[in-house]
């Protein structure tokens, strides 16, 4: 990828550290949405990453981040206001195992939002198979869904299965 920046017909380029800096500093506006589908393809994932804080990404630009392999662009990604609408299985398997733990913890936030009903189940599913009580606290937290507090109730973590039982009385 070329990067180069041209003001009145007179180009200028510009090296990767220089233009980290200048993507942190891309107005995040609908207008900017080809811009930053462009750098979404970009090799570096430093570049990736800063794009993807974006809220102003394209939907094809999502899909293309849901893909990518940094888990510095995931944990980024996954914090999108509109994540729940693309999350699939296929996302969730990728997240455990490659164990994302932040972008893990930030989709059980969002456990009743995501809209693919065979993902949220998947989710649900790892997060109670998991050895780590943090997944099994956060599904806690931000569920309401009676039949999962009633699965949390019997979790072998006494402060898992107490929160559980109070908040379903």
Known sequence: MEIKI???DIEAFFGFDNFV???WNILDIPENGDFFHELAKCEWSSIR???ARN?????????????DNSPQVMSKIIKH?????FISVEHIEKLFDTFNFEAICFLLERIDNIENDDAQT????KVMKCKEPEFRLRLL???SNKKLLRMLANDKQ???SYAARTKLN
Do not use: C
């Open 158 to 160: 006494g402060t898992i």
């Open 55 to 67: 809220e102003s990404l394209k939907d094809e630009t999502i899909q293309l981040f849901l893909k």
């Open 141 to 143: 937290d931000h569920t």
């Open 21 to 23: 800096k200048i993507a």
């Open 122 to 125: 998947l989710l649900i599913e």
């Open 49 to 51: 990453a800063v794009v």
């Open 6 to 8: 041209t003001l009145n």
């Open 81 to 85: 206001k509109r994540i729940t609408k």
